[in-house]
């Protein structure tokens, strides 16, 4: 959507939306060009902002830099350095001031919410002031989820929202969201283990050995067993033996089909093999827990 190079709303809180566990106060986007006077907005006074003095916040903030660069310091943090994607959040009642590099201006999108939700996230450490700075993986989506929350205040200007809280926790979410970060290797071998797997879970209700699935997952059957323990810390075999006990708890719980039945429709070659894995891995035999 075309964006205005500046643009902040203040919110109505009532007592309603102090239930709601998240709730938006404020948002804005604001475009800062090269050796341009910084902040350019007037805000009310609780947010007014002096960058060489610094403030505090009655509540948290998120701002969401999408173009230039700038500096960042806290009582927790120190000095540190803002660039393009990076995602601060700023908390109540910490000290803090920040400032865009005067040689690039920057970009940013911010909004002020407050609830029980955040401050359950800082409890448990997931949010911590000592680490304000996130870089999100999914910028494109972040960033389609600030202009869908500005495009919905602006066409409300003067009411509150719990839709505006969902797209506030999406906003949080895909800020503080990560990818695994595993070596080429280990997504090489989780990758063949989950194709076993689904071949798995495809395949027995039929007759299937450990090198049929290692054929059709290319890699030989000592390989295969070796990445079988290593990511999921069983055998192949176990695995193919929880998919078949799987099924014939089902359909022991569900049905009245005979047990002898029972046995060849979840994939094992016999009653007595059902019993024996029943008794192995579940201590009862099947007429047990069927009972």
Same mark, same amino acid.
């Given at each position: 959507?075309?964006?205005?190079?500046?643009?902040?709303?203040?919110?109505?809180?009532?007592?309603?939306?102090?239930?709601?566990?998240?709730?938006?106060?404020?948002?804005?986007?604001?475009?800062?060009?090269?050796?341009?006077?910084?902040?350019?907005?007037?805000?009310?006074?609780?947010?007014?902002?002096?960058?060489?003095?610094?403030?505090?916040?009655?509540?948290?903030?998120?701002?969401?830099?999408?173009?230039?660069?700038?500096?960042?310091?806290?009582?927790?943090?120190?000095?540190?350095?803002?660039?393009?994607?990076?995602?601060?959040?700023?908390?109540?009642?910490?000290?803090?001031?920040?400032?865009?590099?005067?040689?690039?201006?920057?970009?940013?999108?911010?909004?002020?919410?407050?609830?029980?939700?955040?401050?359950?996230?800082?409890?448990?450490?997931?949010?911590?002031?000592?680490?304000?700075?996130?870089?999100?993986?999914?910028?494109?989506?972040?960033?389609?989820?600030?202009?869908?929350?500005?495009?919905?205040?602006?066409?409300?200007?003067?009411?509150?929202?719990?839709?505006?809280?969902?797209?506030?926790?999406?906003?949080?979410?895909?800020?503080?969201?990560?990818?695994?970060?595993?070596?080429?290797?280990?997504?090489?071998?989780?990758?063949?283990?989950?194709?076993?797997?689904?071949?798995?879970?495809?395949?027995?209700? /039929?007759? &299937?050995?450990? %090198?049929? $699935?290692?054929?059709?997952?290319?890699?030989? @059957? #000592?390989? *295969? +067993?070796?990445?079988?323990?290593?990511?999921?810390? /069983?055998? &192949?075999?176990? %695995?193919? $033996?929880?998919?078949?006990?799987?099924?014939? @708890? #089902?359909? *022991? +719980?569900?049905?009245?089909?005979?047990?002898?039945?029972?046995?060849?429709?979840?994939?094992?070659?016999?009653?007595?093999?059902?019993?024996?894995?029943?008794?192995?891995?579940?201590?009862?035999?099947?007429?047990?827990?069927?009972?």
């Amino acid at each position: 959507m075309e964006r205005k190079s500046k643009f902040c709303d203040y919110l109505p809180v009532g007592e309603e939306e102090l239930d709601w566990g998240l709730y938006v106060t404020a948002l804005g986007f604001n475009r800062v060009l090269p050796e341009e006077p910084f902040p350019s907005s007037r805000h009310p006074l609780a947010y007014q902002f002096n960058p060489a003095e610094g403030r505090y916040l009655p509540e948290y903030q998120l701002l969401f830099l999408t173009h230039g660069n700038g500096t960042f310091s806290s009582e927790k943090t120190g000095c540190q350095t803002l660039s393009e994607g990076n995602v601060l959040i700023l908390f109540p009642n910490i000290w803090h001031t920040y400032h865009p590099n005067p040689l690039t201006g920057w970009e940013d999108y911010w909004i002020g919410f407050n609830g029980s939700y955040a401050y359950e996230l800082c409890r448990r450490n997931v949010l911590t002031p000592e680490k304000p700075l996130f870089r999100p993986q999914r910028i494109h989506d972040l960033r389609n989820a600030f202009d869908r929350l500005l495009e919905l205040v602006q066409s409300k200007p003067t009411q509150n929202s719990m839709q505006y809280s969902a797209i506030a926790l999406e906003i949080l979410a895909l800020t503080i969201e990560k990818e695994p970060e595993l070596e080429e290797e280990i997504q090489g071998k989780i990758g063949i283990v989950e194709e076993s797997v689904r071949l798995i879970w495809g395949w027995s209700y /039929r007759a &299937i050995c450990v %090198e049929d $699935i290692a054929k059709n997952v290319g890699v030989n @059957r #000592r390989t *295969l +067993e070796r990445y079988f323990r290593e990511i999921r810390n /069983r055998s &192949i075999l176990d %695995e193919i $033996i929880y998919c078949r006990l799987t099924r014939a @708890r #089902r359909l *022991l +719980e569900h049905t009245r089909i005979p047990i002898g039945r029972i046995a060849l429709m979840a994939g094992f070659t016999s009653t007595q093999q059902l019993r024996h894995n029943f008794r192995r891995f579940l201590k009862k035999t099947p007429e047990q827990f069927r009972q």
